[in-house]
């Protein structure tokens, strides 16, 4: 390949490969946005696991209540 032949061909690899690369870029995004509506996901998973938690406390406080009455504790 002479000098003038790959001073013509390099334009259109440099092109394609920006093309790459803009597709690239494109992926990488639309990757962050996905990974930004599982962090609200995986926010909401947390709280509502945290209110489970709170319920499952004030479950065990209200039977220990009621052993320490049947138990005449009260």
């Known amino acids: ?4 032949e790959r001073k013509a061909h390099l ?3 440099l092109d394609q490969h920006n ?3 803009r597709t ?5 995004d639309a990757f962050d946005h996905k990974v930004e509506g599982m962090r609200h996901t995986m926010t909401a998973i947390q709280e509502a696991n945290q209110a489970q ?3 499952i406390d004030a479950i065990i406080a209200a039977n ?3 052993l320490a009455l049947f138990n005449d504790e009260a």
């Open 53 to 55: 938690r709170e319920a």
């Open 11 to 13: 334009p259109k690899i």
């Open 1 to 4: 390949m002479t000098p003038d």
């Open 19 to 21: 093309e790459a690369v």
């Open 64 to 66: 220990n209540a009621a």
């Open 24 to 28: 690239f870029r494109a992926s990488s």
